[in-house]
């Protein structure tokens, strides 16, 4: 009898199934390069894998071998034309069957209008970076958002006609959304200490982004400070444009990206 490989949207009742899988796949990269076990935030959280199959903003996706759960993955729809894959993990005692290709290309199915599919992993991981290569991704540039390590941030085009709408820093007004913006980090200024409405602790850097038509103020907050560094090539993507006491003011979302494409 043939195996089959199928992808179903993950139901509330997964979670304690999935959330099991999801430690022991992200646990097993100890044997390729991991400082320790562990993975994603709340990757071995039954509530969190819960909470996630019902989310309304998130697809989340069992993957099934001879109708068996062997791993999942969630896809964020950053754009009509533009999926975010997160969480990719399947079942270390099903590795080697073909399971994470087949369910690559059946999610690319279920989503015939996005374009361009992006993922991050971990730059020490040698076994998600051969197989996403293999799969057809290409890294792009690195992301800075886990404080400890970087990580290989990667582009599927299944289209060949798709080019990203990136916005010119000269043509940013204020109440601009969900843009793309691209430049080098020319000077940033010193962090500071601020007290947010509710009276938390915050944290606040300028930097200045240019390219070739101009330049504009990218707004960096908290843990997103780190993950900038002058003389850098960037990519915002997800940013969103106000103004403050007349200037504009570029900034990034917590669920917008930093992607350095050069770095010093």
């Not at 034309?81 to 005692?93: A, E, S």
């Not at 590795?95 to 991050?120: A, C, N, R, S």
């Not at 843990?223 to 090539?233: A, K, L, P, S, T």
Request: net charge negative; proline share 5%.
């Amino acid at each position: 009898m043939k195996d089959t490989i199928e992808i179903a949207l993950a139901q509330p009742e997964d979670a304690e199934i999935l959330a099991d899988i999801s430690k022991r796949a992200f646990n097993s990269d100890v044997e390729v390069g991991a400082p320790g076990p562990g993975g994603p935030p709340d990757y071995d959280s039954v509530d969190a894998h819960r909470k996630d199959t019902e989310n309304e903003r998130i697809d989340y996706w069992k993957f099934l071998f001879n109708e068996k759960i062997v791993g999942g993955t969630r896809v964020f729809k950053v754009s009509e034309v533009h999926g975010y894959l997160y969480g990719v993990f399947v079942d270390p005692d099903y590795h080697g069957k073909g399971i994470g290709t087949e369910t690559f290309l059946l999610m690319e199915q279920k989503y015939p209008e996005v374009k361009k599919w992006t993922l991050d992993t971990p730059e020490w991981n040698p076994r998600t970076k051969g197989f996403y290569e293999k799969i057809g991704f290409i890294q792009k540039g690195i992301l800075r958002w886990v404080p400890t390590f970087d990580l290989r941030y990667f582009v599927k085009i299944v289209d060949a006609a798709y080019e990203p709408d990136y916005k010119p820093i000269a043509e940013l007004q204020d109440g601009l959304k969900h843009i793309i913006v691209r430049g080098r980090v020319q000077e940033t200024s010193n962090i500071q200490n601020v007290t947010s409405k509710e009276g938390e602790p915050q944290q606040v850097l300028n930097a200045v982004l240019a390219d070739e038509t101009g330049s504009v103020t990218l707004v960096l907050w908290n843990e997103m400070i780190r993950q900038v560094q002058e003389g850098e090539d960037i990519i915002i993507e997800n940013g969103y444009v106000n103004s403050f006491r007349g200037n504009i003011q570029l900034n990034v979302p917590h669920n917008g990206q930093i992607i350095i494409t050069r770095s010093n």
